[in-house]
């Protein structure tokens, strides 16, 4: 089990007036994950909630002067495949954002732009 929390506030001291790019103002992050003896197999699940986001060009976001709060869930599964000696090579299969949510993970200059609704990414990772 992991987690952890991050709370960003930023202001340009040399001209309070100008917007600075700012980022999420704070980040949960809770993590489980499951690795039985001979870690052959592992199963895990992240939740990630990131707060309200400032826009940096107040007035163009077609959605605010802030990007909404969101929570996103991902579950993630991994099988070693082949093992010799230290050298190991495994398949991974991962779901995200399992709610279906629209999202937007950085501000872009001028526009809303969403990251993708959920999905499944697969990897094949070697260990040597």
């Given at each position: 089990l992991s987690a952890n929390f991050s709370r960003i506030r930023s202001k340009n001291v040399t001209n309070p007036d100008s917007p600075v790019g700012d980022t999420y103002s704070r980040k949960v992050v809770f993590d489980a994950a499951w690795r039985p003896i001979g870690n052959r197999v592992s199963l895990g699940y992240t939740l990630r909630h990131n707060g309200e986001q400032k826009d940096v060009i107040v007035g163009s976001s077609p959605v605010g002067a802030a990007l909404p709060s969101f929570t996103v869930h991902d579950v993630r599964a991994q099988a070693a495949?082949?093992?010799?000696?230290?050298?190991?090579?495994?398949?991974?299969?991962?779901?995200?954002?399992?709610?279906?949510?629209?999202?937007?993970?950085?501000?872009?200059?001028?526009?809303?732009?969403?990251?993708?609704r959920r999905s499944v990414s697969t990897a094949v990772v070697v260990e040597f």
């Open positions: 495949l082949l093992e010799r000696g230290r050298n190991r090579m495994s398949v991974m299969l991962g779901l995200n954002n399992l709610t279906n949510e629209l999202y937007a993970e950085f501000a872009n200059a001028s526009f809303f732009r969403p990251e993708p």
